[in-house]
């Protein structure tokens, strides 16, 4: 399993934050992996509530079912996706918390590594790809929450 974890302070209330960043709608204006998502887009989602994710990640495109697992507003959210219907794409959570008037944002995102070869390539590449991938988005989030 690789780890890829990355904060930010945000100057907005924990409550406005996290409805944003739970709403798969709002993906696509700041995580540069997401080009689109479909189904249930439009609200914070709950626990067992899914949206499908067109996405480009470490330059590998495809498809991502994530379902909601878990959610204790405004604190926590947690989705595991399913990637092109077929196998584990991993679990990306959120923990917000209250800090000097704004919120200070935790995302986690955990992600299977499959075979030798995956392992050497993520080791080499694709980690430090998605890790700079989740700064610039949690920079992006940070821009567009604090206008």
Do not use: C
Request: no cysteine; net charge positive; glycine share 8%.
């Amino acid at each position: 399993m690789t780890r890829i974890y990355t904060t930010i302070q945000i100057s907005r209330p924990v409550e406005e934050v996290f409805n944003y960043v739970t709403a798969p709608q709002s993906w696509p204006k700041w995580h540069p992996s997401s080009i689109g998502v479909s189904g249930a887009t439009d609200h914070s989602l709950e626990v067992g509530e899914q949206v499908v994710e067109e996405f480009i990640v470490a330059g590998r495109q495809g498809k991502a079912t994530w379902t909601v697992k878990e959610r204790v507003f405004p604190r926590r959210w947690v989705i595991n996706g399913i990637i092109n219907n077929s196998r584990n794409g991993g679990v990306v959570t959120y923990q917000l918390t209250p800090r000097n008037g704004g919120t200070f944002f935790e995302r986690e995102f955990v992600y299977p590594t499959r075979g030798f070869l995956f392992t050497v390539l993520d080791l080499l590449i694709i980690k430090r790809r998605v890790k700079a991938e989740s700064k610039l988005a949690l920079k992006q989030l940070q821009t567009a929450l604090n206008k």
